[in-house]
């Protein structure tokens, strides 16, 4: 189901009922029916990247190799991205920083030390703003062009991959990472660390999906995610997973 063949259906539901009304007078209040589902199909397809609704995202690797991929949005962090970085090393595992723009000043250290540290790092808007989703086409580009400007400015590559806020993905949005040539990247495993009351239960809803080709979606912003993060690095060692950076998981280029 895409936005295409969604919208082509309605168009020909609404041109039924309007044909039925103009020859057999069935009530227009058949209108609601249709309009209703394609507002639900409009609001389901932005909230749930992998649907691949209004863009193809990419979300997980199609493959049987034991390998995953841990993300971590919304840094860089003072306090908790040298934490994820530590927690990282101490198990030789790579991740992927889909870091905010506005977070960038002051914490250019952090970010220098993502780089040289061997993990990949990603656009997550300038300013993530709780009503992003009602910017225009030009708007999403400041976003982007902007964010991709302050990495460049630390850590000399320009990013090429993209990930919404919140994982909402809307018409403007696809098309101003489509324009500037952004690879959208989203996931197949939500741990829900921002909201979880503990730690384990992010393990424990993480540790239930893993398997071959997986990302995993982490904020480096809490405490209960290093506890989680360590737990599922174990874990990933114990069953014999890789952990990789979303470029090698998906074998594409994270940098121009
Ligand atoms: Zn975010």
């Not at 309007?18 to 609601?32: A, E, H, N, Q």
Request: with cysteine; charged share 15%.
């Amino acid at each position: 189901m895409t936005f295409k063949s969604t919208r082509t259906s309605f168009i020909i539901i609404i041109s039924l009922v309007v044909l039925l009304r103009v020859f057999s007078g069935i009530s227009l209040m058949w209108l609601l029916l249709p309009g209703a589902a394609f507002l639900l199909a409009l609001i389901y397809g932005s909230a749930n990247i992998q649907a691949n609704f209004f863009a193809p995202a990419l979300c997980c690797a199609n493959s049987t190799e034991k390998q995953i991929a841990l993300s971590f949005d919304d840094g860089p962090n003072q306090e908790y991205t040298p934490q994820v970085l530590s927690t990282l090393a101490q198990y030789g595992a790579l991740a992927t920083f889909f870091v905010i723009g506005k977070n960038i000043q002051g914490n250019e250290g952090i970010l220098q030390r993502i780089d040289a540290e061997g993990h990949s790092i990603g656009n997550h808007t300038y300013t993530h703003s709780f009503f992003i989703d009602f910017k225009s086409v030009r708007g999403f580009k400041n976003e982007l062009t902007q964010t991709t400007a302050c990495i460049f400015k630390v850590i000399g590559k320009r990013v090429k991959l993209f990930r919404p806020p919140y994982g909402v993905t809307t018409p403007h949005l696809v098309k101003a990472s489509q324009a500037l040539n952004y690879t959208i990247v989203g996931w197949n495993i939500r741990s829900f660390d921002t909201i979880a009351n503990s730690a384990q239960t992010i393990v424990q809803r993480v540790q239930s999906q893993i398997k071959p080709g997986a990302i995993i979606l982490f904020h480096d912003t809490s405490d209960k995610t290093i506890q989680a993060l360590k737990q599922t690095l174990d874990f990933a060692k114990h069953n014999g997973y890789k952990v990789v950076t979303v470029e090698q998981l998906l074998k594409i280029n994270a940098y121009e």
